[in-house]
């Protein structure tokens, strides 16, 4: 009696190859450079990662130390204001960007306090790296707010955090498909669990946006 082989149908084999082709390029540098994370709308802004929260990325051994580890500067409403942090070079000197915050000439919109910004109004905002392991931001005043049609836009490189992101002691294809998920993070308050904003993920540039309705403190992690 002859064996019967079972077939996969068409449509499977079909779905098995793409997947496999998909998890090819998200390993590929050359693949998609620019994703982006959106976080559930029910959860946006409500829920952590996981019961201990999210994991946040650290600085790769021997990263280079900051070119100023905290900055200050006023933001005029009517006025388009941008803030770059940047590391410091083996000589001292001004090294690539870590961090660039964009305020539109319209996206100041509250004082902590409530009190409404009026047009030509300025507000004095400090942005600081408090952690020298994490790639964490601090935004002060804290409370202040940004018009929601004209948000506040945060962008933070990686390039220089550890590519073992889940350390397990290798950098590999699980680390890629980590990388897919990174994203920006919220903590409204110190203690408070960490929130995921929605994200643009460009892995060209190593970099991670997301727009700001107000100010608190930020992480990369996924």
Known sequence: MRSVKHLRPPAIVAAIAALSLAIVACSDSTGPTTLRTEPDSATEGVASAGFF???????????????????????????????????????GGRGAEYARLVIPSAGLRERPDGTPIAFGDSVLITVSAPNTTQLLLRMEPHGLKFSPLAPARLTMRYNEADRDFNSDGSIDLADALIELRLAVWRQPLLGDPFMALSSLLDRLFSSVSADLRGFSQYVIAY
């Open 53 to 91: 929260g999210p994991t946040i990325l650290k600085f790769r051994r021997g990263a280079p130390q900051l070119d100023q580890s905290s900055i200050s500067f006023y933001a005029k409403k009517g006025q388009l204001t941008t803030m770059s942090m940047y590391f410091r070079t083996a000589s």
